[in-house]
């Protein structure tokens, strides 16, 4: 049974950094291009960034020099780790293959405020 695990989210203050994690389990981790996305109130999920198996990035315009991913295929996990983190950033935050295909994970909440 496939599982995304999203964690790490929280409070913090304009400025500030978080680390989340994505656990992945029932499938093939190595293989996969992984993605983070993350949707705000009454906004469509967006795509954040992604890492092909390879360790190939990319990033949005967004978040461009302030978010990096990365993974770990020995443990099953994507990161993304966040600096500068602005009150736009706020959004729940997913994993997912990318295109994203797998079900989705209960994410983890950003807030940015001060």
């Known amino acids: 049974q496939v599982q995304l695990v999203e964690s790490g989210g929280g409070l913090v203050q304009p400025g500030g950094s978080l680390r989340l994690s994505c656990a992945a389990s029932g499938i093939i981790f190595s293989i996969y291009v992984m993605g983070w996305y993350r949707q705000a109130p009454g906004k469509q999920r967006e795509l954040v960034a992604f890492?092909?198996?390879?360790?190939?990035?990319n990033y949005a315009d967004s978040v461009k020099g302030r978010f990096t991913i990365s993974r770990d295929n020995a443990k099953n996990t994507v990161y993304l780790h966040m600096n500068s983190l602005k009150p736009e950033d706020t959004a729940v935050y997913y994993c997912?293959?990318?295109?994203?295909?797998?079900?989705w994970g209960q994410g983890t909440q950003v807030t940015v405020s001060s």
């Open positions: 890492i092909t198996n390879g360790g190939t990035t």
């Open positions: 997912n293959r990318f295109p994203a295909t797998l079900p």
